[in-house]
């Protein structure tokens, strides 16, 4: 969800190419699509690239740390840093908040590192709004009885939690059109394959290294005027 203060000042984060600063990766998928396994992936395979770590109400699974895949906090605390404007964006997924802080993701695009947001198809449309130049990306299950499988043999939530999950899936997966990029999820080592060469494609762009690529190119000319005197 985005605050009006969110949509007019997006604190230290620009919404077109910046050169020299980090791209923002999105990456949205339903509950049990994969997305956890395929970044986890992606970030041993890819330097330079860092993870959010979001914020959120939902208690800890077995095997969960704090502080690596969440934060956890009570909802007052949540509250709290919505009212202090604190997040990037935040939404309710479900019946839990959950948010990206703004700080982490400023610090590591502002020292140049590319960062991946995991978050929920509110919270990419919320991140499309607020930064053109990020991308985004669905990972679709290739089918829901896939899905369901993936996510009874997790066997880490309740099965009111995992009804929730089964029954949003379907109305997840209708935003798949607002992504630039579709994985289909299939094979875990090819989707991660594909995700992190849309992290080296989009680090390629010419409009993400225009400054760069220019000064190489003027030391090549420089170089031929000084051959050919
Ligand atoms: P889970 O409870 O299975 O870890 O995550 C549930 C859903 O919340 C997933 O779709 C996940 O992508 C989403 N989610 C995780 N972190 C964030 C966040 O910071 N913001 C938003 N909007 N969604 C998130």
Redesign the pocket.
Known sequence: MLSEMDQNQAENLPAEATEGRGILFVV????GGG?GTLIQRVLNKVPNLSYSV???T?APRSGEVNGRE?FFIMPEKFEEMIAADEFL???H??C?L???ARKQVAREIGEGRDII????V??AASVRQLMADSVSIFILPPSFEVLKTRLTARGTDSPEELNVRLRNAPLELRDYSAFQYVILNDDAELAANQLAAIVFAERARLSRQKRKVKNVVEAFMAKEKDDSN
């Not at 949205?28 to 509950?31: D, T, Y």
């Not at 947001?117 to 929920?120: A, G």
């Open positions: 949205s998928s339903p509950s997305k979001s914020f959120t939902r969440y964006e935040w939404a997924v479900h839990k959950y948010g990206t947001l995991e978050v929920d509110q919270g």
